[in-house]
């Protein structure tokens, strides 16, 4: 597996996973498919604290990972795999490249956001290292349908 930033060559690949994603539903936030321009504030950022890093296996996009400073600073994470890959430890790759960046980029503090129900998103980020911070309790869904959000933290020394 390849781990590297982000080309303008990859908007369309990461686009259809994260809106295959979105279409099975129960893991993310997102809830409407999104357009390939989503991702032109990391295909050409603004600052050096914005990136994206996509994992390829078989010369074909399986995966990515975003960073990007809330308005505070902090580091706001995102990780998306294909549905259905085979390929295991795309999460793991893509975020020990990502926690390299994160350090030279001079973050000290990442969040991420995870719905409650989201069982794999939040079991991969206890193994990547964040702890538990705080509940958003019962944000709804564009049905809705109310679900929490975790708020997973960790610190960078």
């Known amino acids: 597996m390849i781990i590297r930033?982000?080309?303008?060559?990859?908007?369309?690949?990461?686009?259809?996973?994260?809106?295959?994603?979105i279409a099975i539903g129960g893991t993310t936030a997102y809830q409407k498919p999104i357009e390939p321009s989503h991702f032109d504030r990391f295909i050409a950022p603004e600052n050096d604290r914005t990136f994206l890093h996509v994992a390829e296996?078989?010369?074909?996009?399986?995966?990515?990972?975003?960073?990007?400073?809330?308005k505070d600073g902090m580091g706001i994470i995102a990780t998306f795999a294909r549905p259905g890959t085979v390929?295991?430890?795309?999460?793991?790759?893509l975020?020990?490249?990502t926690l390299r960046c994160c350090r030279e980029a001079g973050y000290t503090l990442l969040d991420a956001?995870?719905?409650a129900d989201n069982t794999g998103g939040l079991a991969?980020?206890?193994?990547?290292?964040?702890?538990?911070?705080?509940?958003?309790p019962a944000v709804p869904l564009s049905?809705?349908?109310p679900v929490d959000r975790v708020h997973?933290?960790?610190h960078l020394r």
């Open 124 to 136: 991969y980020y206890s193994k990547m290292g964040f702890k538990d911070h705080s509940v958003t």
């Open 5 to 21: 930033k982000v080309a303008p060559q990859d908007r369309d690949a990461i686009t259809a996973i994260l809106n295959e994603v």
């Open 152 to 154: 997973k933290r960790m």
């Open 95 to 97: 975020f020990h490249r």
């Open 143 to 145: 049905d809705g349908t």
């Open 57 to 70: 296996a078989d010369s074909e996009v399986v995966g990515f990972q975003w960073m990007s400073p809330d």
């Open 87 to 93: 390929q295991r430890g795309i999460g793991s790759a």
């Open 113 to 115: 956001t995870i719905r």
